[in-house]
């Protein structure tokens, strides 16, 4: 019997745009010279931009063992390689400065809720659903994609947010779903996960017992497959939950 139904949060629940996505790198950036250059430490934009970049490569690298560094550790990765990892002290006012303005451009940057997003979420919940979100988070933390929800209006519904950079690992490892599904209080087979990634919704969900939806959208990153569940909108989720109530 389906008691809860997991979502994924990036490209299922919230969109990023390319204007966000710009300003919240160039944001990054700025932010990090500005407080380098307050502690005598100047570096120049191309160098940092760089360096960001840089950054990205050895993230793509952790993330592939299913590991997650959180947004302090990729701060420290962005000082190793801009050569300042000695400089700044791993504790202290600094590195909380630093790891600060790491998080804050998305709020100026805001991605926008998915169509159906908000109605998907009211619809489950008044079936008496629990809700829960399993998100890899990339740059940017569960702290603050927690803000975010908030202020689009779609954390309200929700009874545990898993982060992948506070549970330090990330989907499709079992252990952060097992982790949602125990605060739910359900067990895999009376839940359901809906994502747009066949590698870690999907695989993830199934690997534990869960029913696994694939949401296959213009956004997407992986394509159908013919032996899983689709979906093509949140629109079109409660029917599936629910067929006999459409």
């Given at each position: 019997?389906?008691?809860a139904?997991?979502?994924?949060l990036w490209?299922?629940?919230i969109?990023?745009?390319?204007?966000g996505?710009i300003?919240?790198?160039a944001g990054?950036?700025?932010?990090?010279?500005?407080?380098?250059?307050?502690?005598g430490?100047?570096?120049?934009?191309?160098?940092?931009?760089?360096?960001?970049?840089k950054?990205?490569?050895?993230l793509?690298?952790?993330?592939?063992?299913?590991r997650?560094?959180?947004s302090?550790?990729?701060?420290?990765?962005?000082?190793e390689?801009?050569?300042?990892?000695?400089?700044?002290?791993?504790?202290?006012?600094?590195?909380?400065d630093?790891?600060?303005?790491?998080?804050?451009?998305?709020?100026s940057a805001?991605?926008?809720?998915?169509?159906?997003?908000?109605?998907?979420?009211d619809?489950?919940?008044?079936?008496?659903?629990t809700?829960?979100l399993?998100?890899?988070t990339g740059?940017?933390?569960g702290?603050?994609?927690?803000?975010?929800?908030?202020?689009?209006?779609?954390?309200?519904?929700f009874?545990?947010?898993?982060?992948?950079?506070?549970?330090?690992l990330?989907?499709p490892?079992?252990?952060?779903?097992h982790?949602?599904?125990r605060?739910l209080g359900v067990?895999?087979?009376?839940a359901?996960?809906?994502g747009?990634?066949?590698?870690?919704?999907?695989?993830g969900?199934?690997?534990?017992?869960?029913?696994?939806i694939?949401?296959?959208?213009?956004?997407?990153?992986s394509?159908?497959?013919?032996?899983t569940e689709i979906?093509?909108?949140?629109s079109?989720?409660?029917?599936?939950l629910?067929p006999?109530?459409h």
């Amino acid at each position: 019997m389906l008691k809860a139904v997991t979502f994924d949060l990036w490209q299922t629940l919230i969109l990023d745009t390319p204007e966000g996505l710009i300003r919240a790198r160039a944001g990054r950036i700025l932010n990090i010279q500005e407080i380098l250059a307050r502690e005598g430490m100047v570096v120049d934009t191309r160098a940092a931009e760089e360096a960001y970049d840089k950054v990205g490569e050895h993230l793509e690298a952790v993330w592939a063992t299913q590991r997650d560094v959180g947004s302090r550790g990729q701060v420290r990765l962005l000082l190793e390689c801009l050569g300042l990892d000695g400089p700044v002290p791993a504790d202290g006012r600094l590195m909380d400065d630093l790891d600060q303005a790491y998080c804050l451009p998305i709020l100026s940057a805001l991605p926008v809720p998915n169509a159906g997003a908000h109605e998907v979420l009211d619809a489950l919940s008044s079936r008496g659903l629990t809700l829960g979100l399993v998100c890899n988070t990339g740059r940017t933390p569960g702290k603050m994609l927690r803000l975010v929800l908030d202020r689009l209006g779609l954390a309200a519904p929700f009874h545990v947010l898993s982060f992948s950079d506070e549970i330090g690992l990330r989907k499709p490892h079992p252990e952060i779903f097992h982790r949602t599904l125990r605060v739910l209080g359900v067990v895999p087979a009376d839940a359901a996960h809906i994502g747009d990634t066949l590698t870690t919704d999907v695989a993830g969900a199934r690997a534990i017992g869960m029913r696994a939806i694939h949401l296959c959208q213009a956004t997407s990153v992986s394509q159908p497959s013919g032996d899983t569940e689709i979906v093509t909108s949140l629109s079109a989720l409660p029917s599936m939950l629910f067929p006999a109530a459409h």
